[in-house]
T-cell receptor, first 112, second 111 residues
Framework: DAMVIQNPRYQVTQFGKPVTLSCSQT?????MYWYQQKSSQAPKLLFH???????NEADTPDNFQSRRPNTSFCFLDIRSPGLGDAAMYLC???????????FGQGTRLTVV | GQNIDQPTEMTATEGAIVQINCTYQ??????LFWYQQHAGEAPTFLSY????GLEEKGRFSSFLSRSKGYSYLLLKELQMKDSASYLC????????????FGTGTRLKVLA
C-alpha cells in the first residue's frame, strides 16, 4: 500500500501558468519535504515542514510556495513556471530523528 | 558548506560484488542513508548508519567511518535489476531533520 502519494504522476503546464502539485501521507509523520530533482542531479531540498513549522531553503526561488493544511497533506505551488522549472518533484516524509525519509512516486513536471 | 561526493558511474558484472563510495563534508552529522533510485522513479531506502561500522541487510551492506567522513555501500551477488542510481544522503543534526543528497552513482550491471 502506497504510504506517500503524489498526484499527478505527470503534469504538463504552460509557461507562466500557476500549477499545484499535491502530496498526501498515511504514515502520520511530523516532517514533510519537497525536493526538486533534475536529470542526473541530486534531489535538491526546496523546503520542509516540521508539523506546521515551515522551513524554507535559502536558495529556493520565491516562485515556489508550499502549504500544509493538516498532517496528511502538503502542496507545492509554482506561481509562474519557467522552462527551468521542468523537473521531477519529490515529496517525502519522516517520522523523526532516527527514521529514514519515505518518498512518494514523484511528479514529473513539463513546462511548454 | 555541505559537500557529498560519489563516483558518477560504475559498471559491474552480474553475480559480482561492487562497492560504491561516498565521502562527505557537512557542518554536522546525524546519520548517513543510502537510497536506490531507478530511472524515473522515487528513491527507495536501502540502509542507514549512525555509528561507525558495518550494517548488513541481505545482499546489501553499508559501512561508516565518521572520523574520515566516509561511507560505502556494498552490493553482493549483483542482479540485472540492481542497475540503478545509488544516492548517499546525510541528515542534518540541527533539529530540522533535513536530508542532504549526493548526486548519486549510476550503476550498470552487465550480463
Amino acid at each position: 500500500d502506497a504510504m506517500v502519494i503524489q498526484n499527478p504522476r505527470y503534469q504538463v503546464t504552460q509557461f507562466g501558468k500557476p500549477v499545484t502539485l499535491s502530496c498526501s501521507q498515511t504514515l502520520n509523520h511530523n516532517v514533510m519535504y519537497w525536493y526538486q530533482q533534475k536529470s542526473s542531479q541530486a534531489p535538491k531540498l526546496l523546503f520542509h515542514y516540521y508539523d506546521k513549522d515551515f522551513n524554507n531553503e535559502a536558495d529556493t526561488p520565491d516562485n515556489f510556495q508550499s502549504r500544509r493544511p493538516n498532517t496528511s497533506f502538503c502542496f507545492l505551488d509554482i506561481r509562474s513556471p519557467g522552462l527551468g522549472d521542468a523537473a521531477m518533484y519529490l515529496c517525502a516524509t519522516s517520522g523523526g530523528r532516527n527514521t529514514e525519509a519515505f518518498f512518494g512516486q514523484g511528479t514529473r513536471l513539463t513546462v511548454v | 558548506g555541505q559537500n557529498i561526493d560519489q563516483p558518477t558511474e560504475m559498471t559491474a558484472t552480474e553475480g559480482a560484488i561492487v562497492q560504491i563510495n561516498c565521502t562527505y563534508q557537512t557542518s554536522g552529522f546525524n546519520g548517513l542513508f543510502w537510497y536506490q533510485q531507478h530511472a524515473g522513479e522515487a528513491p527507495t531506502f536501502l540502509s542507514y548508519n549512525v555509528l561507525d561500522g558495518l550494517e548488513e541487510k541481505g545482499r546489501f551492506s553499508s559501512f561508516l567511518s565518521r572520523s574520515k567522513g566516509y561511507s560505502y555501500l556494498l552490493l553482493k551477488e549483483l542482479q540485472m535489476k540492481d542497475s540503478a542510481s545509488y544516492l548517499c544522503a546525510v541528515r542534518d543534526p540541527l533539529g530540522t531533520y533535513k536530508y542532504i543528497f549526493g548526486t548519486g552513482t549510476r550503476l550498470k550491471v552487465l550480463a
